[in-house]
């Protein structure tokens, strides 16, 4: 029965009886138009760093758009980390605490002149 009770200790031990972690990386294509922005929800199954990075951005490489790690509740991205001067290959990193839902945003910051193409990569564990 030792052990059943945290009652009258001053320090808790997380033991980790999974298997190690291993980041995983989601490819995501998608269009942001001007004034638009686009959303893209993932799961971390578990707490550690999460990054988001536009790998590509056509047909014009040079665009500034904004980039944005933040938390998913099925509604609005609610942006945690942004980047509004975010080019090509430009990286967002944030910390997930725990297990849960995210999101990546990519948006206008009013220098689109017309639709952009872009690929984020996602990764996280």
């Known amino acids: 029965a030792s052990g059943a009770s945290a009652c009258g200790s001053d320090q808790i031990t997380p033991i980790d009886t999974g298997p190690s972690a291993v980041s995983v990386t989601e490819t995501f294509s998608d269009t942001v138009t001007v004034n638009g922005a686009r959303t893209t929800p993932f799961t971390a ?14 047909p014009d490489e040079p665009v500034i758009v904004g980039l944005c790690l933040g938390t998913w ?3 609005p991205c609610q942006i ?7 080019a090509l290959n430009t990286t967002v ?11 990546a945003r990519v948006y206008d910051v009013g220098k689109l002149t017309a639709a952009s193409d872009f690929t984020l990569e996602i990764t996280h564990f």
Do not use: E, Y
């Open 45 to 58: 199954n578990r707490g550690g760093n999460v990054t988001a990075k536009i790998t590509t951005l056509s």
């Open 93 to 103: 990193v944030g910390t997930a605490q725990a297990t849960g839902q995210f999101c």
């Open 80 to 86: 945690i980390i942004a980047n509004d001067n975010a």
């Open 73 to 75: 509740n099925g509604g």
